[in-house]
């Protein structure tokens, strides 16, 4: 089916996928899954162009990303995202939906939008005693989620570092941050999700779908679980429950994060830093995984990053953060320190300046205990390139199964020393995963890479639109030199495990970058792709909802 076709189609950003949320106690679910809501308490804003706003509402966090819609709506109900998806429907117009903005590709601002729907006005986060879980509406931040979550009841969910990520698009790709080595992905707590869709005969409706094994709509929970955002419809709010618990006590539904951790801020200078010490420090953060991350690990309870920042930046960033209240927490994190820096010779300093996404935190030059959620703020916030209104940026991902292999290592040591950009925010970042994550199977959610141990993101920021050639030509040709073996790309195989695809990579569906053979659906969905088309048809048999990157009908 050719996607240019018909223009009664919508375009939703993989990441940057938004929501909105209907009134607690509106109703149960209808026989169709759908939910009766109260009537919103006044109509959409409308911005267009001319008003003051418009600049700011059509473009997202990443400025190289810009839209000229005739209408920018900013919605308060599942009814209004209803009435949106509908005249788009039937006037044909090319929508998108906002979020928290962090799409990394051009999938919601484009120049082909008509009309943006933004959801961020919805951000409630309530507890659903109909459901017995906690509801978020996907229009919410992170930390509106964490803050009202651990405030109310004591609970959270395992979700990303970044405090002003959208949760529409991140828990559509899955999730994860610093609890999930612990307790998991964001989705493994997943237990519904509303979705406005639209049927065969172009019927716009909302449904709901959990997780339950009996429920007709479950298919649609499971797409949704990890399969990434603009697939089948606009999420417009979750529901979060852990799976195993039960009772009418909401404290006891969730997880509950430590009351402290004990979190390390450092930074590993670059002019004690030459090419064999830096495979050294690899070498040991490969051999460390790989060896610690499985889910009954004692060290699942710790977590990090490493950011691998150009020369220009004057160091490598270390985070590490432990739950505090674990047996023997000070013992276990020294030990972690010691195994990563074994024979580096190159002591950590103090974190004074910015290193990759984190800003100065010199306060945590040594493990300190604080209280969980002013040390997710702290971390969260601390950038400022997260705030800056003018940051333009260019993302590759790769999972790992294993270490990086010597090769790997040598190629980011000399791209990160190269003389072609002179930008501290060039970098290459280490997500730990691992543990729990490990626990799910890679066909119960529709995420697949459940056996990785680090999730790599080859980056850089920069401000300026006339350095974009030369930060995208960094990015890109690191990453292509890294994977020169599997055709420019993190093929799955024993040592790389594909893509993340909340980091969407419009190359790896270049067939001048992937030159693989592998597809770009394969890299981010591996064998769970034919089942995510299945739902496809089921609930979006008319491609309504698309973007470049979007799960195709069978057959196309």
């Known amino acids: 089916m050719d996607r240019d076709v018909s223009r009664r189609r919508i375009v939703l950003g993989a990441a940057g ?3 909105t949320a209907v009134a607690a106690g509106t109703g149960p679910a209808s026989a169709a899954g759908a939910v009766r809501e109260a009537a919103p308490a006044a109509s959409p804003v409308s911005v267009r162009p001319g008003d003051s706003r418009y600049a700011e509402l059509t473009t997202g966090v990443n400025r190289r990303w810009t839209a000229s819609p005739g209408e920018v709506r900013l919605v308060r109900s599942t009814a209004e995202v209803r009435d949106a998806v509908d005249k788009a429907v039937s006037d044909g117009l090319r929508i998108t939906v906002r979020g928290g903005g962090h799409c990394l590709a051009d999938f919601v601002f484009h120049r082909d939008v008509d009309l943006v729907v ?22 919410a931040t992170l930390m509106d989620v964490y803050d009202t979550l651990y405030k109310e009841w004591g ?5 990303g570092l970044c405090y002003s990520v959208g949760v529409g698009g991140h828990v559509s790709g899955g999730g994860f941050g610093l609890l999930s080595r612990q307790h998991g992905l964001t989705v493994d707590h997943l237990y519904a999700v509303e979705v406005v869709v639209v049927d065969g005969t172009g019927r716009v409706r909302s449904v709901v779908a959990t997780r339950e094994p009996g429920d007709p709509h479950r298919d649609l929970w499971w797409g949704c679980a990890g399969g990434g955002g603009g697939n089948f419809g606009v999420i417009t709010r979750y529901w979060f429950r852990t799976p195993g618990t039960s009772g009418s006590d909401p404290g006891r539904l969730l997880v509950r994060p430590p009351e402290e951790v004990l ?4 930074t590993l200078p670059w002019d004690r830093l030459d090419a064999r010490r830096f495979q050294r420090l690899l070498e040991n953060i490969g051999a460390w995984y790989e060896d610690n991350s499985a889910p009954d690990s004692p060290f699942a309870a710790l977590s990090g990053s490493f950011s691998l920042t150009h020369r220009a930046g004057g160091g490598i960033g270390m985070m590490t953060q432990i739950d505090a209240t674990v047996p023997d927490a000070e013992r276990l994190f020294q030990e972690y320190v010691d195994a990563i820096t074994d024979g580096v010779q190159a002591a950590p300093e103090a974190a004074t300046t910015q290193t990759g996404e984190l800003g100065p935190l010199p306060e945590l030059a040594e493990p300190t205990r604080l209280p969980w959620l002013r040390a997710t703020r702290r971390l969260g916030t601390s950038s400022p390139m997260i705030t800056d209104p003018a940051v333009r940026s260019d993302h590759h991902s790769a999972y790992l199964r294993r270490r990086l292999p010597a090769q790997h290592i040598r190629r980011i040591h000399d791209w990160l020393s190269s003389d072609s950009v002179d930008n501290p925010m060039a970098m290459v970042v280490i997500n730990l995963v691992g543990g729990a994550i490990d626990r799910v199977g890679p066909d119960e959610t529709a995420v697949a890479q459940r056996d990785a141990i680090f999730k790599l993101l080859y980056q850089s920021r920069w401000q300026d639109p006339a350095d974009d050639a ?20 993190p093929v799955p195989n024993g040592t790389t495990d594909g893509c993340y695809i909340n980091y969407p990579d419009t190359g790896v569906d270049d067939p001048d970058a992937n030159t693989s053979g592998v597809s770009w659906h394969r890299l981010y969905h591996k064998g769970n792709y034919p089942r995510l088309q299945r739902v496809k048809a089921r609930w ?6 698309h973007h470049r990157q979007s799960v195709e009908l069978p057959g196309t």
């Open 118 to 139: 933004d959801m961020s006005l919805m951000k409630r986060v309530y507890f659903d005693e109909s459901r017995g879980a906690f509801a978020v509406e996907a229009g």
């Open 17 to 19: 996928l938004a929501s």
């Open 263 to 266: 979190v390390q801020a450092v």
């Open 155 to 159: 609970v959270t969910v395992p979700g």
């Open 470 to 489: 030369a930060n995208i030509a960094w990015t890109s040709g690191c990453y292509r030199a890294v994977y020169a073996e599997s055709g420019g790309v």
């Open 540 to 545: 979006d048999p008319r491609d309504i909802f």
